[in-house]
Each structure stands twice: as structure tokens, then as C-alpha cells.
């Protein structure tokens, strides 16, 4: 089946053009403006780090660990509800026993460019603000930008802990689980 044209007449049978009318969805997706987003922030991180000494690089990328303890907006986005996946997680989180794979199982549920470019905005946002330091934050937008999985499975943790009481927010707030 064929897509409708913006100028041609509306599917719903009014007579008017499509994009007068019910509307065409145009210009690139969400998805895609976050992962032209990445990309972008990936590249002046890049640039960011190219001084600084290789061996020092894997130790700035493990820092990314503790990177969403600093601030809340650091944190995946929970969904309201959680799913039965990101439930045993959370309660394997409040046992201190969360299992490697059904981690990397729970972050593929809520990893995805979109999730991805608000952390990475968070990180930019943070070290403008003197939260965080600017090469932390470029190690990040490149953790981000790449397949990597560290920042996102630090991140979905540290939102889960938070969520069910088992530490505080970067505030001092402890939530009641």
C-alpha cells in the first residue's frame, strides 16, 4: 500500500489535501533528530578527548558508572508501571543481587535513541552547569553514541535503587518503596 501524498486528497473522504486535513507526518522522526543528535555531540566529544593520554581513557569510561548518582536527570526514565521485566530487576536491586543478564535483558527494554539523547543532553547540561566534569561528559556522550551499554545499564540501575528505596536521591531523599 502506498503512502498518501501531502497534496493529494485526504484518505478520510473530506476533500481536502492531506496535509490541510488530517495531516502528513513530515520531516525526520524523533528517533532520527535523536540519533543525528548522538552523532553530532559524539563528534565534539571526540574532539574533547583527543589530548588526553589512552591510558587514562579507560578509567574516565569506568567513572561513567557512578555518573548517575550525581543527578536524578542522569537516570533512565522509569515507566509509570513497570514491566514485569524491569519488576524483577528492581526487586533483585532491593535484594543487591541483580543478575548480569537479566540486566542487559531489562536495559534493551528501555534503551533506544530517544532515551539515549536525553541522557546525553542531561550530561551536556550538567557539565555547563559545573556539575560534572567536561570530560566526563564527552566520555558519555561518546558511551552514549557508540553500542555501548555501560552509561545505560549504570543509569537503569541507579533509577531502579532510587525507585525502590534502596538509596537516596543525589538530594538526600529517600523514596519509600
Wanted: negative net charge.
Amino acid at each position: 500500500m502506498s503512502k498518501v501524498g501531502r497534496n493529494e486528497p485526504c484518505p478520510c473522504g473530506s476533500g481536502r489535501k492531506a496535509k490541510r486535513c488530517c495531516g502528513i507526518e513530515r520531516g525526520p522522526s524523533e528517533e532520527s533528530r535523536a540519533r543525528a543528535f548522538l552523532a553530532h555531540a559524539s563528534e565534539a566529544a571526540a574532539g574533547e578527548l583527543r589530548d588526553r593520554p589512552d591510558e587514562e581513557l579507560p578509567d574516565l569510561f569506568e567513572e561513567l558508572w557512578e555518573l548517575p548518582c550525581v543527578d536524578l536527570s542522569l537516570q533512565v526514565e522509569l515507566p509509570k508501571i513497570l514491566s514485569p521485566l524491569l519488576d524483577r530487576l528492581c526487586e533483585a536491586v532491593e535484594e543487591d543481587d541483580p543478575d548480569p543478564d537479566l540486566l542487559e535483558a531489562a536495559t534493551r527494554s528501555v534503551d533506544g535513541p530517544v532515551e539515549r539523547a536525553r541522557l546525553a543532553h542531561a550530561a551536556i547540561s550538567r557539565a555547563e552547569a559545573g556539575v560534572i566534569d567536561g570530560e566526563l561528559a564527552a566520555a558519555a556522550l561518546l558511551d552514549l553514541a557508540s553500542d555501548s551499554r555501560h552509561l545505560m545499564n549504570a543509569a537503569l540501575l541507579e533509577a531502579l535503587a532510587v525507585r525502590g528505596g534502596v538509596v537516596t536521591t543525589p538530594a538526600g531523599l529517600r523514596l519509600a518503596a
